[in-house]
C-alpha cells in the first residue's frame, strides 16, 4: 500500500505489494480474464468470454488488454473504461490482475495495453517510456493522490481549529489510547509501509507517537468507528479513496510540500507532494488508433467520481452494476471519452 522512494519526487506512498519480479521477469504470468473481472464484494461480473457484442472494424481485433492493480480505487476505474468499451464501443476487452511493477513489463511483451492509474515510477516510465520506447504516458486520468494525515470530518467541524499542524499539540490529549500512553496517537497502515510521519512527530516537535492499523482495512474500520461513535482519530491517510465516500474527513495541514522537502527521511519536517496521476499504454496499441485508443486517451474523471464507483464495489455491487449506473449518471464525461473516435 505504501512506499516512500526517497531522493526522488516519487512518494508511491499510497501503496505498497511484494513485487513478483522474480517470476515475472521470466515470464509475465497474468492472473487475467475477459470482460470485467470478479468484485471486491465477491460478486461475479460480466461473463469472462463476452466482449459486449461482436466487435466493430474499427476495434482492435484483438482484446484491449489492461491492467487491473490491487486496490478497489484502481478497479472503479477499470469497471468503467472495460464497461465503455465493451457496451458503448463494441470492443472486447481482457482484464488482468496484476500487480504495479508487473504491469509494465506487459508493454513490453504485448500482454498489458494501458495502466489507467499510475503512482509515480519514474524508474518504470524511464525503462518502458524513454529508453525502450515501449509505452506512452498518456497525461493525467483527472484523478489527484493525496497524502497526509486526516480527522474525522466531525472533528473539524467541533474543533476547527484542529486542521492545523500548529495546533495538534494542542489537542494531544485527545487522541491518547491504550497503546500511546501519555502522548496522542498517530494510526499508520502497515507497519512495513515507508512513510514520513516517525520524522514528521519528531521534527516538528509534536507530543504524539505514531502506531499501526496492520493494513489498509484496519485504517478503515478504525475511521469507521471514529466517524460512527465520534471518537477521535488522527491517521495516516490518501486520496482517492472509497471510504471517503462513507466516511468524510478533513485534511490537517503540514508545512507546504516544496520540491526536495523530503530529500533526507531523517530530517523531513513538510507535507507529502501532491500526484497528479497519470495514463500508461503500450504505444503500439496507441499509435493504431481507433475508438479504443481514443477512449484511453480521452479519459477523465475526478476523485468524487472514482469513490463513488469504488464504495458501489466495495459495499458489493458487480463492475458492471456499479459502472452501468455511474455512466447511466454521466452521459456527458462518457461522451467526451468517445467524441473523435
Request: proline share 4%; hydrophobic share 40%; charged share 20%.
Amino acid at each position: 500500500m505504501v512506499r516512500v522512494e526517497k531522493g526522488t519526487s516519487v512518494v508511491n506512498t499510497r501503496r505498497k505489494f511484494a513485487a513478483v519480479g522474480v517470476v515475472a521477469a521470466a515470464a509475465l504470468m497474468l492472473s487475467a480474464c475477459a470482460g470485467s473481472a470478479s468484485n471486491g464484494g465477491g460478486s461475479s461480473a460480466a461473463p469472462s468470454t463476452s466482449g459486449g457484442g461482436a466487435s466493430t472494424a474499427a476495434c482492435p481485433a484483438t482484446p484491449v488488454q489492461i491492467a487491473e492493480n490491487p486496490w478497489v480505487g484502481y478497479s472503479a476505474d477499470v469497471a468503467v473504461v472495460d464497461y465503455v468499451l465493451r457496451t458503448k464501443l463494441n470492443c472486447q476487452t481482457k482484464i488482468s490482475k496484476v500487480d504495479e511493477q508487473v504491469s509494465w513489463q506487459g508493454f513490453a511483451s504485448g500482454q498489458i495495453d494501458v495502466i489507467l492509474e499510475n503512482w509515480g515510477h519514474e524508474d518504470l516510465a524511464k525503462k518502458y517510456i524513454t529508453d525502450q520506447k515501449v509505452a506512452t504516458d498518456l497525461g493525467t486520468d483527472g484523478n489527484q493522490g493525496v497524502i497526509g494525515w486526516y480527522v474525522p470530518k466531525w472533528m473539524a467541524d467541533k474543533y476547527p481549529d484542529i486542521t492545523d499542524w500548529n495546533n495538534l499539540n494542542k489537542y494531544a490529549d485527545l487522541f491518547k489510547t491504550a497503546e500511546s500512553g501519555d502522548k496522542g496517537q498517530l494510526l499508520d497502515g502497515d507497519p512495513s509501509y515507508v512513510t514520513n510521519d516517525e520524522a514528521l512527530v519528531k521534527n516538528l516537535k509534536l507530543n504524539y507517537v505514531v502506531k499501526y492499523a496492520g493494513s489498509e482495512a484496519g485504517l478503515i474500520t478504525a475511521l469507521q468507528t471514529a466517524t460512527e461513535k465520534k471518537t477521535p482519530l488522527l491517521m495516516y491517510f490518501y486520496e482517492p479513496q472509497w471510504a471517503l465516500a462513507k466516511y468524510p474527513v478533513a485534511q490537517v495541514k503540514l508545512p507546504a510540500y516544496t520540491a526536495g522537502c523530503d530529500a533526507d527521511a531523517k530530517a523531513v519536517a513538510c507535507d507529502y507532494p501532491p500526484y497528479a496521476l497519470n495514463k500508461v499504454a503500450r504505444t503500439a496499441f496507441i499509435d493504431a488508433g481507433g475508438p479504443a485508443a481514443n477512449l484511453i486517451k480521452n479519459f477523465q474523471w475526478t476523485n468524487d467520481d472514482q469513490n463513488q464507483v469504488a464504495a458501489a464495489i466495495q459495499g458489493g455491487a458487480t463492475y458492471d452494476d456499479a459502472a452501468k449506473a455511474w455512466v447511466d449518471a454521466n452521459p456527458d464525461k462518457v461522451a467526451a471519452w468517445t467524441a473523435g473516435g
